[in-house]
């Protein structure tokens, strides 16, 4: 089964542990044109996501980070199949 685009983004964010992620990844490399209202999407679901703008690269798009990970064993599982 196809994932969809916020579980892809969730899963990219669950995989660098806390660590900040360049939007231009879902943009440039998932090709996820709307990943921003994905993100949004997590975030009404109670999926505690931290925004910056990007300070590794020489353009204008947001960095984000998942503050507290409390993945259960099937999200762990998940990963390591990834």
């Known amino acids: 089964m196809k994932k969809s685009d916020k579980d892809r983004i969730h899963d990219v964010l669950k995989r660098h542990e806390g660590t900040w992620v360049c939007s231009s990844i879902f943009f440039r490399e998932l090709f996820i044109k709307d990943y921003a ?3 949004a999407d997590l ?5 505690i996501i931290e925004g910056k703008t990007c300070d590794q690269h020489n353009h204008k798009m947001n960095m984000y980070k ?7 064993e099937k999200d762990q599982l998940s990963l390591i199949a990834l």
Not at 43 to 47: C, E, F, L, P, S
């Open 37 to 39: 209202q994905r993100i």
């Open 43 to 47: 975030r009404k679901k109670g999926i």
């Open 66 to 72: 998942l503050t507290r990970l409390d993945y259960t």
